[in-house]
């Protein structure tokens, strides 16, 4: 059953996703060469302490850390390290979620680290572009998976693959709500779509086709041939009057824009 948000949920929700936007800017304009991913997880952990939050990964499951902190080939949940380092040309994935007042929201992007070839910037632009794909269908009266078709379809037919493994999901009282959203399918079908759903909608977008692993420290997702993967996330909520992309900038935006 997915859980609907009142109007104070929403409220409160915008107030988190709005400072969850400006934490992941922070810590994306931070990003450089020859910074330990460490580094970025002990900044975005105090950004979310001062600003009345809790780290939302931290903890859970067991996970160790603040931020999903993955470069190049690791598709999510790599574990921050003062080993890691930032090297020109990797591509580095943030993903971060907070929870204030009683309510969750989730956010990830991924930048390139100095210069990358075009390949790379369009594996780039191919993923941020497919989430609003994904975001676009989040309207009263369409199916669940038209999320999942829009977001696997654009994909596909750029010559990408999403993974297949990882999900989005339903956010708010929990970080992980039902329902869980593929990032692939076909259209119309699932749940109708109400005000009052709450999304983090979530695409991995990957360089080959073949299945992802688990490395050996049980929580870092790579690509099997080591090809690289972007991770691109919003949390979104379903109102009467539209979606609305809670974590869209320092402000809550709406949807619809690519």
Known sequence: MIPLKSASDIAVMRENGSALAGILQTLCGEV???RSTAHYD?????????CGGRPAFKGYHGYPATINASINEEVVHGIPSDDRMLRDGDVFSIDIGLVRDGLYVDAATTIAIGEVDGEVRRLLDVG???LWRGIEQVTMGNRLSD?????GSFVAAEGFYVVKEYVGHGVGRELHEEPQIPNYGPPGSGVRLRPGMSFA???MVKTDPLPTRVKADKWTVV???GGLCVHFEHTVVLTEDGAIVVTQGGEAGRSGNE
């Open 32 to 34: 450089r060469p020859g």
């Open 42 to 50: 002990r900044l975005a952990e105090g950004l979310i302490l001062d």
């Open 128 to 130: 941020e572009r497919s």
């Open 147 to 151: 999320i999942s078709h829009a977001i």
């Open 201 to 203: 909608i979530e695409p």
């Open 223 to 225: 690509t099997e041939s």
